[in-house]
């Protein structure tokens, strides 16, 4: 019994000391940092047009969802979008759209106003129907690069359409930033 008993002391003993293991030092893992040359992989961008499958997610309001003509949207009053321009210097704001004919039959001329994120770019009164590209340079200060752009217009007078009373603003073909 007794080489027995030595035995199991003996092995009691190595399990004790290779329990007594001091605990190695814990280390915070480090700080998370986004990488420095990754492009922005937002699908907004910076010029679109309304036949674009992807118009409408940079669509804010008052922009209708059904295109029509297969090219342009009807606005409401305050017709506003969403877009992300890679670099602030050199941009030109560009956008092409209609004052139908039957529209300012019935409202007269109408003044439309765009603003960019706050900041009025144009407020243009328009007194003969049809197609019009209004074109402008942007102050490199009011553009927010590989960030949200907020393009805001409003039309004075909406048109009132017959029977069912649907107000219009005017028809977008066209919107956004050019170099």
């Not at 590989?146 to 004075?156: L, R, W």
Request: one cysteine or more; a neutral charge.
């Amino acid at each position: 019994m007794r080489g027995s008993g030595l035995m199991a002391l003996s092995l009691c003993l190595c399990l004790t000391l290779a329990a007594c293991v001091g605990i190695q030092d814990a280390y915070a893992p480090p700080e998370q940092r986004k990488p420095l040359s990754v492009e922005d992989p937002s699908t907004i961008k910076p010029f679109i047009r309304m036949n674009s499958p992807d118009a409408p997610a940079q669509f804010i309001r008052d922009i209708d969802s059904r295109l029509n003509g297969g090219t342009w949207r009807w606005t409401k009053q305050n017709p506003t979008l969403m877009f992300v321009v890679q670099s602030a210097k050199n941009q030109k704001f560009s956008m092409e759209f209609t004052v139908p004919e039957i529209t300012m039959k019935d409202t007269g001329p109408v003044t439309i106003s765009v603003s960019i994120n706050d900041h009025v770019l144009d407020k243009t009164t328009y007194k003969t129907p049809g197609f019009q590209h209004l074109e402008k340079p942007v102050p490199p200060d009011w553009l927010h690069p590989k960030a949200e752009n907020i393009v805001a217009m409003q039309i004075d007078k909406m048109w009132i359409a017959g029977q069912d009373k649907v107000p219009f603003g005017f028809i977008l073909t066209a919107i956004g930033f050019v170099e």
